[in-house]
């Protein structure tokens, strides 16, 4: 249909073997004739290496002129968490029902010698094709103690506390869990870590920046500062890229792999989508907790430094971070639609 039609893009998510995924959705490109957008082409401590295979492939096959497009994620992955909204250990069959069951369930389950005996096991087994946790305890810090007595362990990693307190990870980790209620602020990075493979990942010309999950995962991370981070500390403190190609990579690269083909550029019938910012200062804040969904609901938010104007079709959207109350934006529609409303096929 989209052969036929002519217009159209495929996006795709999830997957544990990228190089399989690619290879899939290369071949469906392949027969369509359309783009394929999908997730993602990340550094992994899970998959330690494996991007560089992944990277090859996708090089291979867009020089074979198939279009199977990997997004790529300026930034670190940072999971933030307590045991009470826990998903890094679901993996795990003695973890899973534990994770999910009440906060009472949780508590007796992880002070139960028997069980915890299970849960150490299970971290300890090799890593299985599915894993959701590298077993990094390295990366896995203490953001935020609930109690006074146990401030001092704040940006400590788990691996560290353990041996300093001559316990198992595990056994610090959820020790220091039960102890607060399950109320310690926990942070998981695993997610392109490793900057050298992160700036090698931006540089290549088969992928575009730009990753997002639709907003599944808002309780753990924003990750929506990717313009920002590539601004701020890829090419003013990193200088992996020229500004003017950072730019390109964020608005053209973008636009043309989507096939929106009236944005990306400014001359005379563009559309009038503009940012306006600072290159000495753009970046992205820190992530904060905001409470404005339905019943009180929480998510985690990024801000930005910098940015002095958002401009939507040529009336300001955003000015210095506060909305000015115009609604300018518009629904996209593809190329097959404004032929079919200009006459053409």
């Known amino acids: 249909m989209l052969r036929e039609a002519g217009t159209g893009v495929i996006q795709c998510g999830g997957g544990t073997n990228p190089e399989m995924k690619d290879r899939l959705l290369s071949r469906i490109s392949e027969a369509c004739g359309r783009p394929v957008m999908y997730n993602t082409l990340l550094e992994q401590a899970r998959q330690p290496g494996r991007w560089r295979q992944h990277l090859a492939h996708v090089e291979e096959t867009a020089k074979q002129g198939i279009r199977a497009i990997p997004l790529c994620n300026p930034g670190s992955i940072l999971n933030r968490f307590t045991m009470k909204n826990c998903q890094v250990f679901r993996s795990m069959p003695t973890w899973l029902p534990i994770l999910q069951g009440p906060d009472a369930d949780k508590m007796r389950a992880y002070r139960d010698p028997e069980i915890r005996a299970k849960l ?35 940006g400590k990693h788990i691996a560290e506390i353990a041996k300093a307190q001559g316990k ?8 220091l869990a039960v102890e607060e209620e399950l109320e310690t602020g926990f942070c998981l990075g695993e997610i392109n870590m490793d900057t050298e493979a992160v700036a090698q990942i931006l540089g290549s010309p088969y992928a575009v920046v730009g990753l997002t999950d639709g907003g599944a995962h808002v309780q753990f991370h924003s990750n929506v500062s990717n313009p920002t981070r590539l601004l701020g500390y890829w090419v003013r403190e990193k200088k992996i890229m020229s500004l003017e190609r950072a730019v390109q990579r964020l608005t053209f690269d973008s636009a043309s792999a989507f096939g929106i083909y009236d ?75 404004h032929a079919s409303r200009n006459g053409g096929a």
């Open 120 to 154: 150490r096991a299970e971290v300890d087994a090799p890593l299985g094709p599915d894993s959701t946790f590298s077993k990094r305890w390295d990366l896995m810090v203490v953001e935020e103690p609930k109690l006074a007595k146990n401030r001092g362990l704040a």
């Open 263 to 337: 944005r990306g550029l400014v001359q005379p019938g563009m559309a009038a989508d503009l940012v306006v910012f600072d290159p000495d200062t753009v970046a992205p804040r820190k992530e904060d907790v905001v409470h404005d969904f339905p019943a009180n609901g929480w998510r985690m938010r990024e801000l930005a430094d910098g940015i002095h104007y958002t401009v939507v079709n040529g009336e300001v959207l955003l000015e210095k971070g506060e909305h000015t109350g115009a609604y300018p934006g518009r629904v996209l529609r593809n190329a097959g639609y």
């Open 168 to 175: 198992h990870p595990v056994d610090a980790f959820l020790d």
